[in-house]
Structures are given as structure tokens and as C-alpha cells.
């Protein structure tokens, strides 16, 4: 099982990739929770291309994109970019994992 990631706010929230194997640990913090999805990984179109896209479920504009820097293509989270389209779903879901914190609302 991978180590559990928590990100704690100043006024106590946390935040953490949910997983249903892990919500016995869940349910034990204290106080109330809420899961709210943040990102959301479906097939797409874009430029007549099709495959797994991955976007902030709050803003269907933040997506996975390269971008062109420093001479070579780089993975971020941003609206400007081409956006990123996996072949595989597990490939989308990985690079999602790979870049949550980042996919959150603010």
C-alpha cells in the first residue's frame, strides 16, 4: 500500500487522495468529511486526436498540456499548452496521480 499524503490548512482541513481501501483511516479523523473530486480523467477529441485527457474538475480549462521550454516538451498543469492525451486510461490515471496537489481547487 502506498504511504497516505495528507496536506493540512492552517484552519484544519486536509486534504488527500481518496481511495477506498484507505477509508477506515478516513472516517477516523475527526470532524466532518467531504470528498470532492478533483480532476477528472475521460476520452476526448481535440484537433481530430483522440485519447484519456486529464482536467481540475473545477476549472475544465486547467488540463495535463506540454509546453515547449527551455528546447524540449514539458508535462504541466495549465490552461495554455496542447492537451495531453493518453493511449491508456491507467496511463491518464498515473499521470493524474502524478500531479493531484496540483489539480486541486485553490
Same mark, same amino acid.
Given at each position: ?7 493540512? @490548512?492552517? *484552519?484544519?482541513?486536509?486534504?488527500? !487522495?481518496? =481511495?477506498? #481501501?484507505r477509508?477506515q &483511516? ?11 473530486? @478533483?480532476? *477528472?480523467?475521460?476520452?476526448?477529441? !481535440?484537433? =481530430?486526436? #483522440?485519447?484519456?485527457? &486529464? ?24 490552461k495554455?499548452?496542447? &492537451? ?13 496521480q ?9
Amino acid at each position: 500500500m502506498k504511504p497516505i499524503e495528507l496536506m493540512v @490548512a492552517p *484552519n484544519g482541513d486536509v486534504r488527500s !487522495v481518496y =481511495d477506498d #481501501s484507505r477509508l477506515q &483511516v478516513f472516517e477516523g479523523l475527526k470532524g466532518n468529511m467531504t470528498v470532492q473530486r @478533483a480532476s *477528472n480523467v475521460e476520452w476526448e477529441t !481535440v484537433e =481530430d486526436t #483522440s485519447g484519456w485527457s &486529464v482536467r481540475a474538475a473545477h476549472d475544465p480549462e486547467l488540463a495535463l498540456r506540454a509546453i515547449l521550454e527551455d528546447g524540449g516538451y514539458h508535462r504541466v498543469v495549465s490552461k495554455v499548452g496542447d &492537451v495531453l492525451l493518453y493511449s491508456t486510461r491507467e496511463a491518464a490515471l498515473e499521470a493524474e496521480q502524478d500531479h493531484f496537489w496540483e489539480l486541486l481547487p485553490p
